[in-house]
Nanobody, 130 residues
Framework: QVQLVESGGGLVQPGGSLRLSCAASGFTLDYYAIAWFRQAPGKAREGVSCLSPSDGSTHYADFVQGRFTISRDNAKNTVYLQLNSLKPEDTAIYYC???????????????????????WGQGTQVTVSS
């Protein structure tokens, strides 16, 4: 019943943009930490961005360098990742993930490790190539 489905990936040229979507069903995303991870061939899965449910704060990996934006549409139960100024090294499968805190946390809640997330989508491929 609980499901996350990513979409919006594709092939773009360097400098191009994509908007990735993560649609949730079976639960409401606004009460969960929502993160985007990515995994390139032969590399470990790494965190890209996270949106905290408690304070609404957003967080990004250093390699983002201001190029990406995470956002949420509560009415659509969907989280987005806007990818701008894409580079070839951004090529990867992008996954969305969600986790609900086990205790009440008033501040930021954004786990940084993949194994801290309970729910995962199947991923969407982003390829940046000229």
């Amino acid at each position: 019943q609980v499901q996350l489905v990513e979409s919006g990936g594709g092939l773009v040229q360097p400098g191009g943009s994509l908007r990735l979507s993560c649609a949730a069903s079976g639960f409401t995303l606004d009460y969960y930490a929502i993160a985007w991870f990515r995994q390139a061939p032969g590399k470990a899965r790494e965190g890209v961005s996270c949106l905290s449910p408690s304070d609404g704060s957003t967080h990004y990996a250093d390699f983002v360098q201001g190029r990406f934006t995470i956002s949420r549409d509560n009415a659509k139960n969907t989280v987005y990742l806007q990818l701008n100024s894409l580079k070839p090294e951004d090529t990867a499968i992008y996954y969305c993930a969600a986790v609900q805190p086990s205790t009440l946390i008033a501040g930021t809640y954004c786990p940084g490790l993949p194994d801290e997330y309970a729910y995962w989508g199947q991923g969407t491929q982003v390829t940046v190539s000229s």
